[in-house]
């Protein structure tokens, strides 16, 4: 069966840097639409990052630079290195498969999920 796999999860101060990543089982990570997401207890999951099988990478604005997304096919793994992390970032940080033809943020439109790793941000 697919599986989605998160890593890298940790507690950094704020300034810190992670580097997070999803090993994927039965999905090619650069044959569908893949992403980051993220969710706090009490609010909605939202979209980070995600990049198309031909490996165009949208951000959400919040990133503002500081989040990068890349996938390694040789590995198939989808990597997302967060850095000068805030409180506000955080949140458990949730690896995602959607679609093959089509690629949005929405989290209605994702196929397959991780299980997460939480990060958290605190001095």
């Known amino acids: 069966r697919v599986q989605l796999t998160e890593s890298g999860g940790g507690s950094v101060q704020p300034g810190g840097s992670l580097g997070l990543s999803c090993t994927s089982s039965?999905?090619?990570?650069?044959?569908?639409?893949m992403g980051w997401f993220r969710q706090v207890p009490g609010k909605e999951r939202e979209g980070i990052a995600r990049?198309?099988?031909?490996?165009?990478?949208t951000y959400l604005d919040f990133v503002k630079g500081r989040f990068a997304l890349s996938r390694d096919p040789s590995k198939n793994t989808l990597n997302l290195q967060v850095n000068n992390l805030e409180p506000g970032d955080n949140a458990m940080y949730y690896c995602?498969?959607?679609?093959?033809?089509?690629?949005?943020?929405?989290?209605?439109?994702?196929?397959?999920w991780g299980r997460g790793t939480q990060v958290t941000v605190s001095s």
């Open positions: 995602a498969a959607g679609q093959v033809l089509s690629c949005s943020g929405d989290p209605a439109n994702v196929v397959y």
């Open positions: 039965r999905i090619a990570v650069n044959s569908r639409c």
């Open positions: 990049i198309t099988p031909d490996g165009t990478v």
